[in-house]
């Protein structure tokens, strides 16, 4: 069984920084690309930044340059550093893990629970 929980969301005022962790456990095998998405009130979950195995990163463009993805291998933990802060950002942010559990021929997608984030102009 795998788990992945999130912390880090709050409340924050525009200009204010937040990180976001996502820390994966269980029996897991193998971990893929990890990544961020969000979904702001009324609206549709929208991809925000991936970072794949070897490191490679890319993020939306409306958050280039002031959100950034990492992730901590040894941990299982995946990590959004999000600076400059604007209240278009406030939403549910969700993780998402593709990963190979003990036990799976193949690799699938993993969800968090979702943290909340809310910017305050």
């Known amino acids: 069984q795998v788990q992945l929980v999130e912390s880090g969301g709050g409340l924050v005022q525009a200009g204010g920084s937040l990180r976001l962790s996502c820390a994966a456990s269980g029996s897991i095998l193998s971990i893929n690309a990890m990544g961020w998405y969000r979904q702001a009130p009324g609206g549709q979950r929208e991809w925000v930044a991936t970072?794949?195995?070897?490191?490679?990163?890319s993020t939306t463009d409306s958050v280039k340059g002031r959100f950034t993805i990492s992730r901590d291998n040894g941990k299982n933990t995946l990590y959004l550093q999000m600076n400059n802060l604007k209240p278009e950002d406030t939403a549910v942010y969700y993780c998402?893990?593709?990963?190979?559990?003990?036990?799976?021929?193949?690799?699938?997608?993993?969800w968090g629970q979702g943290t909340q984030v809310t910017v305050s102009s």
């Open positions: 970072i794949t195995s070897g490191g490679s990163t």
């Open positions: 998402n893990v593709n990963l190979r559990s003990t036990g799976s021929w193949f690799s699938r997608d993993y």
